[in-house]
């Protein structure tokens, strides 16, 4: 006969074990983002040549790419974060569905700074934990709170592509192609995250995040 006190007990062993395999798998997550080893799931179906790239149109496309590539590794840990605190199974398989739609964003954007001879940030480890611990901190929030914050990020990526459309080369028609669909995915997320029910943030909250944005932007930008 079990008594009702050592059910109990194993209960909470059950769910302690099942958070700390939840961390681990954060862990292995990470460092998989951080390493580049992730492939995309889906192929950009769009081809053309560099050759008509002058060398400082590849630098500059590889520069934003690298913004770019950097603003998946914060998607990622951001995601990740909420939805290791998030309770609702619902929202917490919508949390999962983004991150593994932001890693083909992740690994496109990888690929295209190879093609382009560039490099990605070395900032990138202290952008992912600082993200990871805001997604842990936005989910603790409450999840309207959660989806709010969300929805804000990816409105806000959704304004920065736009500003990298107009500084990429017409000529780099490849990297063109990818920021706009990228930058349609983000709106997606976004209104995701409002039919979901988020709630929107205060305007200093926002003003805030644009200014953490901003920095992380200008810093990769040159490192």
Request: aromatic fraction near 4%; include cysteine; proline fraction near 2%.
């Amino acid at each position: 006969m079990i008594h009702p006190s050592d059910s109990g007990i194993r209960e909470r062993g059950f769910s302690v074990v099942s958070f700390l395999d939840r961390i681990i798998e954060e862990v292995d997550q990470g460092l998989k983002v951080l390493s580049g080893a992730v492939s995309a799931r889906r192929s950009l179906d769009f081809h053309a040549s560099d050759v008509n790239l002058t060398d400082e149109q590849k630098k500059i496309s590889a520069r934003l790419m690298r913004v770019n590539h950097t603003g998946e590794v914060c998607a990622q840990a951001l995601y990740l974060g909420q939805a290791l605190v998030e309770k609702d199974l619902a929202i917490k398989t919508e949390l999962n569905q983004s991150a593994e739609e932001e890693l083909d964003h992740l690994a496109w954007t990888q690929q295209r700074i190879d093609e382009l001879g560039g490099r990605t940030s070395i900032l990138n480890p202290v952008f992912y934990a600082g993200s990871f611990a805001i997604g842990v901190i936005a989910g603790l929030s409450g999840t309207q709170r959660s989806l709010g914050f969300l929805q804000e990020t990816e409105r806000q990526v959704e304004a920065h592509l736009t500003e990298h459309l107009d500084r990429v080369s017409f000529e780099d028609e490849r990297s063109r192609a990818m920021i706009v669909q990228m930058r349609e995915e983000e709106r997606g997320h976004a209104n995701r995250a409002e039919r979901l029910g988020a709630k929107p943030l205060p305007k200093p909250v926002r003003v805030i995040m644009r200014v953490m944005s901003k920095a992380m932007t200008r810093s990769t930008y040159r490192i």
